[in-house]
């Protein structure tokens, strides 16, 4: 190993710790607390160690929202695995983003709700939020109906995936009634 993909490799790793330390700093203690002077401290690493990775808390956050976009896609391709018809798909596709919102608020969170910086939608989209995009779409698409677009379709019917993941984690919505409430959006929405 050379000495140049050695230091590629070190620069890799620093770099995922201070993803993962992040990550464990706002599920213990909420975003707010995850600052670059505790980040620094936790990681033990000087701050323009730290600086040298990300331009910041925004950037930091964006690397989470990029990590969180992969698992949610490899949940929701697994969830959909294991089905055997195109309702019974979208049906785990929707138990498995409402479990993976549920599951991890602070990633969803950076996802989501935060700056990260990442943009959507557009070319500048990195590719694990394109991928979880398309995760969606490989399922959905199959029930959009006649004369919608397969994307459009993926894009209302994620909209109110996450308005229930939103709304139920809020206090809004009963909790209890969050199965229902999935069976609800599929029957009406999913034309299998």
Excluded: C
Excluded at 15 to 24: G, M, N, Q
Excluded at 88 to 110: I, K, M, S, T
Excluded at 114 to 130: I, R, S
Aim: glycine share 6%; charged share 25%; hydrophobic share 45%.
């Amino acid at each position: 190993m050379s000495v140049q993909e050695r230091k590629q490799r070190e620069r890799a790793e620093r770099e995922r710790l201070i993803v993962a330390t992040a990550r464990e700093l706002a599920e213990q203690q909420g975003w707010d607390a995850v600052t670059t002077r505790l980040l620094a401290e936790r990681i033990e690493y000087s701050q323009p160690v730290l600086y040298s990775h990300f331009r910041g808390k925004r950037e930091i956050i964006g690397a989470v929202a990029l990590q969180g976009a992969t698992e949610m896609a490899a949940a929701v391709r697994a969830a959909t695995a294991a089905a055997d018809n195109p309702r019974a798909r979208v049906h785990a596709l929707a138990r498995a983003y409402l479990d993976f919102a549920e599951r991890n608020p602070v990633v969803y969170d950076a996802m989501f709700q935060l700056d990260g910086g990442l943009a959507f939608a557009n070319e500048d989209t990195p590719e694990p939020l394109k991928d979880a995009f398309a995760a969606l779409l490989e399922t959905l698409g199959e029930v959009a109906g006649d004369g919608v677009h397969p994307g459009l379709f993926t894009e209302v019917f994620w909209a109110s995936l996450h308005g229930l993941a939103t709304l139920t984690r809020a206090g809004r919505l009963p909790p209890e009634e969050s199965e229902r409430r999935a069976e609800l959006l599929v029957d009406r929405l999913a034309v299998a």
